[in-house]
């Protein structure tokens, strides 16, 4: 039989309420105390039961975090702001990858839903809008992680994903670029669609400056070593003299293909990103890139989450950060 409350108090010889102190409010016991009850804890290999405390409070000490792609650091370092904040509460964070999939979004909402998480942050895929009204009708807050994404509904976190375009484009104009490369995916991908846009509305501002769309499948690696491959096959009469990348990831799959096929980076084609992800600054020529506050938007997801469960009837706060323009050698001397 597991050891209980009541046996640590009697080991340690202290009252039940300097165990709790100890187990959730450490700071609120002296020193000695804590030193007696942890070792009570460690003789009698007590463990806590936080099954019990669920229940009596109704909510599990979890959040549940849907992301459309971990195997982007961007989202990586998302999850973990999130789960750094998350952990100042002592709360810890469920990872559901949806891959863009609505079926597995909808199964991680409804698996999170049933474990009676303290919320969800999502970024989300597809129409997913009635789910989400429903969770939080039913007393489950959600907050966005944007990406593109504007519903008045929810609060949400995101970056300005127009302004970061604009950024781009202007810098790679600033180069003296007059032939400038768009590579990302289908445009009904929200945040892609909002990077091609501020782009495209700073090069309508310049006259002798064109704008090319090279579409990919999807935004990863090999898809950019492709982007790369097909303008390499191009007569360099045609080739563009800049190219901006969706993500960093295409990017760095671009950089591999044009230094491989004998491109000169910057010289022949400048290259700039999206996300200012690790890489980038470790690419075989330093990726220039258009940086979001990854970890910070995982952590200020997290305190909108807290404040909305503790404040039901609080108004939805949209929260939008501005980007960020890193110059390194892909775009010339930085």
């Not at 989400?132 to 966005?144: A, I, S």
Request: glycine share 8%; charged share 25%; hydrophobic share 45%.
């Amino acid at each position: 039989m597991s050891a209980s409350v009541r046996d640590v108090a009697k080991r340690a010889g202290v009252a039940v309420g300097t165990v709790s102190n100890v187990l959730n409010r450490p700071e609120k016991v002296s020193e000695h105390i804590l030193h007696r009850v942890l070792a009570a804890i460690d003789e009698l290999d007590f463990v806590r039961n936080d099954a019990a405390r669920q229940l009596r409070s109704g909510r599990s000490a979890s959040i549940g975090l849907v992301l459309i792609d971990v195997q982007n650091p961007f989202f990586t370092d998302v999850a973990r702001g999130a789960e750094r904040r998350a952990a100042d509460e002592r709360l810890s964070v469920t990872l559901g990858n949806s891959d863009s999939d609505p079926g597995r979004q909808a199964a991680y909402l409804d698996l999170y839903e049933q474990q009676r998480v303290q919320g969800i942050l999502i970024t989300p895929h597809g129409e997913v809008h009635e789910r989400l009204v429903q969770l939080k009708r039913r007393g489950t807050p959600v907050v966005l992680i944007g990406r593109g994404v504007v519903d008045p509904t929810f609060s949400m976190i995101s970056d300005d994903d127009l302004a970061g375009g604009r950024l781009a484009a202007e810098h790679l104009i600033e180069q003296g670029r007059t032939r400038i490369a768009f590579v990302g995916t289908h445009e009904e991908l929200g945040h892609i669609a909002d990077r091609l846009e501020g782009a495209r509305r700073t090069i309508a501002e310049h006259p002798g400056v064109i704008l090319d769309v090279i579409q990919v499948a999807s935004l990863d690696v090999d898809n950019g070593k492709d982007a790369g491959a097909r303008i390499v096959a191009r007569p360099r009469s045609e080739r563009p003299d800049a190219v901006f990348a969706a993500n960093d990831l295409i990017a760095i799959g671009l950089l591999q293909s044009l230094t491989t096929g004998g491109v000169d980076v910057p010289g022949d084609i400048a290259v700039i990103g999206y996300d200012d992800i690790a890489f980038a600054r470790a690419a075989s020529v330093p990726l220039s890139s258009i940086r979001q506050p990854s970890a910070l938007i995982g952590q200020t997801a997290v305190e909108i989450l807290l404040w909305e469960a503790a404040n039901p009837e609080a108004a939805p706060q949209q929260i939008v950060f501005k980007p960020e323009l890193v110059v390194r050698e892909s775009t010339g001397n930085p």
